[in-house]
């Protein structure tokens, strides 16, 4: 039987260092003289009681986790932060039930960026800031999980950044903690810039800081219904700055740091991603051009800004693209699953996987041509061992599983199919916005059944652990001797 006391002692720190965050939420409430500043100030106070209760329990002497040990905490850290980042938002003075709740802390988390909030703008200043921060914690809570867990335990493919993570940890500093801390520390760099540009740029601090902690983490929650339509161009512009960041490869983004800028565009991932959303943006602005009366100027601004959004799986919106037209529309819906690169703070497929994809049906082909010839799929230069290949293809199929399992469960609940394809794949991907009327980027998931909302959280935790972490953890065998 598998020993769970090191898995619940680090879910014990989990709450424990929670508590700051929700007295700091407290503390913004009780200098605007509102009273949503009692629910953080008993949210903190549960959860650092239940944290530390939990640690002290369950404390063994060390911390070492098995490959078991380590699938758990993925999955438990989550689903457990979503749980009390879901808290606050139940006992305010919002209007949400539970599973509300649960579905807007778990698109904090896994930074999708749906909202089932209404009223943004005369939000509470406490729970503003208290979106922001699941989301910025989510994003570097995910950058870790891309560059230390998910390799470790060798999931979908992710084995092939294995060496390099390793690679780049002995450049830094010949040890992985410290590169965990020195990418932490990039990443609040980046986001102080952030927030320090949106100042600049006329944003008042609260849009500022949450604007700043929701585009370097790419998960697209705003203080304003309007989303990234309230901003000027010059503070979108700050944003998809932050947005395309916040999708690079942090530990790249670290020897740029370091004075070589060189590493970024001699890596296939990022050279690829680059061009390809240079592509669909030109394709799509040439369609708006060519087919309806759009300005050349406003139509590739606004495409830019809202391809980079929706790729990056940040989410935010700077207008209504579902009004462009049917072949746009069908684009945002296509590329919905691509997401960013890995080590990035992005949801979706990543382009890497759709780099070996390409490369190995490549060569399967040829092989149908020249049965005796070798194929090799190559990577940055290196060959990929067919396990890495395998578990790519593998982790295709099941996406596409549960996109059609997952979309069959929520159209199931009373939602239209079309609301629930797209509801399932922004889910899966971590995007936020969907396509259609409802949830599109003029909408939210305010009136979806509750049942819909529990399966989309659910979506939302498969999609952010890459499918097979989950799949893993409820599978029976896992939990045999």
């Not at 980046?190 to 585009?215: E, K, N, R, Y």
């Not at 590329?335 to 890497?352: A, D, V």
Request: glycine fraction near 10%; hydrophobic fraction near 55%.
């Amino acid at each position: 039987m598998i020993d769970i006391r090191p898995v619940l002692f680090v879910i014990g720190l989990f709450g424990i260092t929670s508590g700051p965050l929700l007295m700091l939420c407290a503390l913004v409430d009780l200098a605007s003289d509102n009273p949503d500043w009692q629910v953080f100030a008993l949210s903190a106070v549960i959860t650092v009681g239940f944290g530390g209760l939990l640690s002290t329990a369950t404390w063994t002497g060390s911390i070492r986790l098995t490959l078991r040990q380590g699938f758990l905490l993925t999955v438990l850290s989550w689903a457990v932060m979503s749980f009390i980042g879901a808290i606050p938002l139940y006992l305010s003075s919002l209007p949400i039930s539970f599973a509300g709740a649960f579905f807007e802390a778990m698109s904090g988390f896994t930074t999708t960026g749906s909202t089932v909030i209404v009223g943004l703008d005369g939000m509470p200043p406490g729970l503003l800031l208290w979106r922001g921060l699941m989301q910025w914690v989510g994003g570097l809570g995910v950058i870790a999980l891309g560059i230390v867990l998910l390799p470790f335990l060798r999931i979908s493919g992710m084995q092939l950044f294995r060496l390099e993570s390793s690679d780049v940890s002995e450049k830094a500093t010949a040890r992985l903690v410290v590169l965990i801390r020195q990418i932490g520390l990039l990443y609040l760099a980046i986001t102080m810039v952030g927030i320090f540009s949106l100042l600049a740029l006329g944003a008042t601090p609260m849009d500022a800081v949450v604007h700043a902690f929701t585009a370097v983490s790419t998960g697209g929650f705003s203080t304003h219904d309007a989303s990234a339509g309230f901003f000027d161009r010059p503070s979108q512009a700050a944003l998809l700055v932050m947005m395309i960041t916040g999708a690079l490869t942090f530990p790249l983004l670290l020897l740029v740091f370091h004075g070589r800028p060189d590493v970024l565009w001699r890596d296939e991932q990022i050279r690829f991603y680059l061009l390809l959303i240079a592509s669909i943006v030109s394709i799509i602005v040439l369609w708006r051009v060519a087919m309806t009366d759009a300005d050349l100027v406003d139509a590739a601004w606004g495409t830019l800004f809202n391809v980079v959004s929706v790729i990056t799986t940040t989410g935010y919106a700077s207008e209504n693209y579902l009004e462009w037209g049917p072949f746009p529309e069908t684009a945002f819906l296509l590329f919905t699953l691509i997401g960013g690169c890995t080590g990035s703070t992005s949801g979706g497929i990543k382009p890497y996987r759709l780099l070996v994809l390409g490369r190995a049906l490549r060569g399967q082909l040829q092989t149908r041509i020249h049965p005796h010839r070798m194929t090799r799929v190559l990577y940055n230069g290196r060959i990929v061992d067919d396990e890495v290949v395998r578990s790519v293809f593998a982790f295709l199929g099941m996406l596409l599983a549960a996109l059609v399992l997952f979309t069959a469960a929520v159209s199931a609940c009373g939602v239209d199919p079309i609301t629930a394809f797209s509801g399932v794949m922004q889910a899966l991907a971590n995007v936020g916005p969907g396509v259609g009327p409802i949830i599109g980027p003029a909408g939210n998931f305010a009136t979806m059944p509750e049942p819909a909302l529990w399966i989309l959280s659910a979506a939302m935790l498969l999609g952010r652990l890459e499918v097979v972490a989950v799949l893993v953890v409820i599978s029976p065998a896992f939990w045999r001797l």
